[in-house]
């Protein structure tokens, strides 16, 4: 079965800093990967998304991810947090195209505390 | 163009209840993903709605079942409310044809069951 591990319940960063949030996988084959952010009262923004091809891919919001597939991994980073940053981030799998299933496995999340 | 939309907002139910909770899609969208996320965790896949059929289920009992209409809007159930069925539910559409992971969330409808 697949899963998703998020190691990180909460982390805290200065403003300007640079930030990673890590996120391991556990799959039979090489899933689709996603990084999604929730703001209080807000649903699910999609961040970024990772289906195949270079392995360092860019996202809104000055985020980007990087797919290691021999550390099962795709840490979000961001060279510098700005206080709006602040929000629960959730790492997330899917099956391939083809596979017949479209279902999303997420992970438990990771706030992200921004101190000015 | 109005995004997602969930009503209510929230909702306070006592067990042995049923509740119905609906999901607009956003505009141009035809299928409707729903995911109940609790307290301190990340959202669980319930089901997913094409074409007014129900095309996949997560790992939820049979309590909870769902439903869209012609104009792709969806409602889903939960029949038999037990207290660990408080959660966020959130709604997700996406347009088959674009591919079912461009999926677009509501803010949810916060369920309380006392």
């Known amino acids: 079965a697949q899963s998703v591990t998020q190691p990180d319940i909460h982390i805290t960063v200065s403003e300007g800093a640079s930030l990673e949030l890590r996120c391991n996988y556990s799959?039979?084959?090489?899933?689709?990967l996603f990084w999604y952010v929730q703001s209080p009262g807000q649903g699910l923004q999609l961040l970024l998304k990772?289906?195949?091809?270079?392995?360092l891919v860019q996202g809104i919001k000055g985020f980007e991810a990087e797919f290691k597939r021999s550390q099962s991994s795709f840490n979000l980073r961001k060279p510098s947090v700005h206080w709006s940053d602040a929000a629960e981030y959730f790492c997330?799998?899917?099956?391939?195209?083809?596979?017949?299933?479209?279902?999303?496995?997420f992970g438990k999340g990771t706030k992200l505390s921004v101190i000015p | 163009d109005a995004g997602v939309t969930q009503s209510p907002t929230h909702l306070i139910k006592t067990r042995g209840q049923q509740v119905t909770l609906r999901c607009s899609p956003k505009?141009?969208?035809?299928?409707v993903s729903w995911y109940q996320q609790a307290l301190g965790q990340g959202p669980q896949f319930i089901f997913q709605?094409?074409?007014?059929?129900?095309?996949q289920r997560g790992n939820f009992p049979d309590r909870f079942s769902g439903h869209q209409f012609p104009n792709y809007s969806s409602e889903l159930n939960v029949n038999a409310l037990l207290l660990g069925d408080s959660a966020l539910y959130l709604c997700?559409?996406?347009?088959?044809?674009?591919?079912?992971?461009?999926?677009?969330f509501g803010p949810g409808t916060r369920l309380t069951v006392t």
């Open positions: 505009s141009g969208h035809d299928t």
């Open positions: 997700a559409s996406s347009l088959r044809a674009s591919g079912p992971y461009e999926q677009y």
């Open positions: 799959y039979g084959a090489t899933p689709y």
């Open positions: 990772y289906f195949s091809g270079d392995t």
């Open positions: 709605y094409y074409e007014e059929e129900e095309r």
């Open positions: 997330a799998v899917g099956p391939p195209s083809g596979a017949g299933s479209y279902q999303l496995t």
